[in-house]
């Protein structure tokens, strides 16, 4: 399967500021997928990372908070906006490389941020 | 919406057998998954099921019930660096929802 390098790996942030995550894939992907995993939970998913226009965000999560950039099919960011202690959690990202069923996902190595 | 449980903990000695339940509820179905993930490092795939039945893949295995909204992973000789958080996850639309984890200690 492909590999996602994503950074940072990890983050320590004050509150109010903002940080972006980037990941880049070594092969063209499908899909592009932003989670996020607090301590002892699931993964959630965040958004799908559209190529070439707004990300499609789940319930929950807003584009304000959450800004997504997707410009081709090996690259994307994500953006945590005005941060507070509560978006403290492993920052995720993951990608498809085909639309068939049996087709995995595969994720970065995450982003540990902590917001102080 | 969806749910998704597996038990949170699990205990094995090595060499032994552990088998990790998942029952799910969802408004759509285009497989499931189950993923491994060590302490600090990303979820990596270990099977998918589709239809009804077995999967083995070498040490693991997976089985899955449509009917019954049920799947388990069978990990068989236990060795240390089996001990991580196994995920449940299920496809609808492309997207994967995932089950809280199930972590697995393995013992001397």
């Known amino acids: 399967s492909a590999v996602i390098s994503q950074k940072p790996s990890r983050d320590i942030c004050q509150r109010g500021t903002s940080l972006t995550i980037q990941c880049q894939v070594d092969?063209?992907?499908?899909?592009m997928f932003w989670y996020r995993q607090q301590p002892g939970q699931s993964l959630t998913l965040i958004a799908t990372?559209?190529?070439?226009?707004?990300?499609?965000?789940e319930s929950g999560f807003v584009i304000d908070k959450f800004p997504i950039s997707r410009p081709n099919l090996t690259f994307s960011t994500l953006t945590v906006s005005n941060m507070s202690p509560e978006d403290s959690s492993i920052y995720l990202c993951?990608?498809?490389?085909?639309?068939?069923?049996?087709?995995?996902?595969?994720f970065g190595q995450g982003t540990r941020l902590t917001v102080v | 919406g969806q749910n998704i449980d597996q038990p949170t903990e699990m205990t094995a000695t090595e060499g032994a057998i552990v088998q990790i339940n998942c029952t799910y509820q969802t408004s759509g179905f285009n497989g499931l998954f189950w993923y491994q993930q060590h302490a600090g490092e990303a979820p990596t795939f270990l099977s998918y099921n589709v239809l009804d039945g077995l999967e083995e893949k070498g040490r693991f295995s997976s089985f899955l019930s449509r009917s019954k909204g049920y799947s388990y992973l069978l990990l068989k000789e236990l060795q240390m660096k089996d001990s991580a958080s196994y995920l449940c996850a299920v496809r609808s639309d492309y997207k994967l929802s995932f089950g809280a984890g199930t972590t697995v200690t393995v013992r001397a």
């Open positions: 990372a559209n190529q070439g226009s707004e990300a499609t965000y």
């Open positions: 092969s063209q992907v499908t899909m």
């Open positions: 993951s990608g498809t490389a085909g639309l068939t069923r049996n087709t995995e996902a595969f």
